[in-house]
């Protein structure tokens, strides 16, 4: 009867942590959805997306024409009859700098819904990228703390409400995406290197379906795959032995190979390579465009640019460690950072002055679950350091945004940090504590639940001081006055040097039943008709030299017209009323 009890207990147990787990990521989506339905605009990459997923002839701009709404939106919508088309996702991607694999998830969620252009569509496809970024988050975590679910739990929690990591979902691209593949990455490595040594077929599915949702995931692949092979090639290297057989002299000598086990380590490691390389040359095969954008792009040389300059690499580092700081720690990363010191500190001294010599630094005995625990550990820092380092030389300065490079690593730099204030934590309890297992565990436990507490509250203070991204808010008003004057003729001044900037106001073109395209380098009036009759006008003019110039035609080209007004300005682009 004792051990059906206890199997029932372990299975009550199960139970409840998944239903916490439920009830977490339920609560995290709803969080998802909320600010999704608060997201008014888009950034000129997220139509990009859309465009590039689901154009039909192309856009162009022509000049002193009439385009009409359904012409212009059709590029940023699957028309009926031309879902699933994937070889021509391909192709539109090719003439660009990114891999195809994003682009057919949201084609295929546009081709399910014909002729509608909405956030929600990209919202949710990274909604269910977030979902198992999630499962993977928690279960690297549960195996990284040496299967510690309520630290699983933790990390789950203060990742999702992180502003940070909501905010990737609301950007409508491929890193979300980007972040399944890095984490699936992780997962793999850290299960082989927890004993689960088949894991190459996986691995190279994930490598192959990674490289083809963005490029950076080389970067991340490639640290891990050197922690990987170094601490597969670590039981080769040994100390000089003693006279004592099967014991080693730490004290000194020279490091030895152990011929014994080399040839098994790096027949381990050529396979791993080999798997690797095959599953990133299918990759390049099924996509022959990649070579030339990482060798030929202007985005790959003028990344390889940026990483062989010296120069910049404090400015960039600090930018991007800025960002973290700002973003994921809530201006307090200095103070944790102190905090995990100060416990180191006092973890060193304690173990000096009182501790056994089992246990001193170093020395004590930890079991086998420790140690690769701590193995799985020191990997995916190594590869977390590389991953940010590198992107923080190559990629994109642009502000706040650009915690769209770094948003892929942002989980396990959060689970690093939870681990690691969680271990030494622990460790300073049990040491001041020993002899009385039942006190130090509930000042461990009651520790778990303070570090829970600032975490999340750091969460929520960044959200409630705004530190959203990709949101766009403050262009509700701009679509709903395009809305409300849909009958008004509109022209469209753009810039002949940038025309493709006309896509940063595409929300607010779509309202309008007709837009006029007039380029500003065009110098001639306007004659067409229904401008030069009309007793109102809406005309978007591109920030340039040119705009004052260009204005004034327009009153020249309509008499009837008096004077104009600034309606709205924003994204290089200044909206005017004219009667």
């Not at 081709?111 to 956030?119: D, Q, Y």
């Not at 040594?197 to 990674?210: E, Q, R």
């Not at 995931?217 to 040994?238: E, K, R, T």
Request: proline share 2%; with cysteine; aromatic share 16%.
């Amino acid at each position: 009867m004792e051990e059906r009890s206890g199997k029932m207990g372990v299975k009550a147990e199960k139970r409840i942590w998944l239903a916490a787990f439920a009830l977490l990521l339920i609560s995290q989506v709803m969080t998802m959805v909320y600010f999704g339905g608060k997201k008014a605009g888009f950034h000129e990459d997220e139509y990009y997306s859309f465009y590039s997923t689901n154009r039909t002839a192309g856009l162009y701009e022509p000049d002193r024409e009439w385009v009409d709404r359904d012409t212009f939106r059709n590029e940023f919508v699957v028309l009926p009859g031309e879902g699933f088309r994937y070889g021509l996702v391909a192709t539109v991607q090719s003439w660009d700098v990114h891999p195809p694999f994003f682009y057919f998830i949201l084609h295929t969620a546009c081709s399910l819904f014909p002729g509608v252009f909405s956030k929600w569509l990209g919202i949710g496809v990274n909604i269910v990228a977030f979902v198992l970024n999630f499962i993977l988050l928690s279960w690297l975590a549960y195996m990284v703390t040496g299967r510690n679910k309520g630290l699983a739990f933790v990390t789950a929690a203060v990742h999702g409400f992180n502003p940070v990591i909501i905010s990737g979902v609301m950007f409508i691209r491929m890193y979300e995406w980007l972040t399944v593949f890095i984490l699936l990455c992780a997962c793999l490595h850290v299960r082989a290197v927890l004993g689960r040594k088949k894991f190459l077929l996986p691995l190279m599915v994930v490598n192959y379906l990674g490289f083809l949702t963005q490029y950076y995931y080389i970067i991340f692949l490639f640290f891990m795959a050197v922690g990987f092979c170094l601490w597969n090639l670590a039981p080769c290297v040994g100390r000089k032995e003693d006279d004592s057989p099967g014991t080693h002299d730490w004290r000194g000598g020279r490091f030895i190979i152990r011929k014994e086990v080399l040839g098994k380590c790096v027949v381990s490691c050529v396979k791993y390579g080999a798997a690797c390389g095959v599953s990133l040359l299918l990759a390049v095969f099924s996509y022959p465009a990649s070579l030339a954008h990482i060798f030929r792009g202007y985005r790959g040389t003028g990344a390889v640019s940026e990483f062989l300059d010296a120069a910049n690499t404090g400015e960039r580092l600090g930018f991007f460690l800025g960002l973290a700081d700002e973003y994921l720690f809530d201006g307090y990363f200095l103070l944790w950072f102190a905090a995990f010191a100060v416990m180191g500190v006092m973890v060193y001294r304690k173990r000096k002055k009182g501790e056994k010599a089992e246990n001193a630094v170093g020395t004590r005995t930890r079991s086998g679950v420790e140690k690769t625990a701590a193995s799985a550990y020191g990997l995916l820092l190594f590869a977390v350091c590389g991953y940010f380092f590198t992107v923080s030389k190559t990629a994109l300065l642009l502000y706040e945004t650009s915690n769209r490079y770094q948003l892929p690593v942002y989980g396990i730099i959060m689970l690093l940090t939870v681990a690691a204030l969680s271990g030494l934590w622990k460790e300073f309890v049990r040491l001041w504590y020993r002899g009385n297992g039942k006190t130090s565990g509930r000042f461990a436990a009651a520790g778990g639940v303070l570090l829970c507490f600032l975490l999340l509250a750091g969460d929520f203070h960044e959200i409630a001081s705004g530190k959203m991204i990709f949101l766009y808010e403050e262009e509700q008003e701009d679509v709903a006055y395009a809305r409300e004057n849909a009958k008004v003729p509109v022209v469209v001044l753009y810039n002949e040097a940038t025309p493709y900037h006309i896509w940063w106001r595409s929300q607010e073109l779509m309202e309008y039943d007709r837009i006029y395209f007039a380029s500003q380098g065009n110098k001639e009036r306007i004659t067409d008709g229904v401008i030069c009759g009309s007793g109102k006008l809406i005309v978007y003019a591109a920030d340039y030299d040119t705009k004052e110039e260009s204005l004034r035609m327009i009153l020249e080209s309509n008499e009837g017209l008096k004077d104009y007004r600034l309606v709205s300005q924003r994204s290089l682009w200044s909206v005017y009323e004219f009667e």
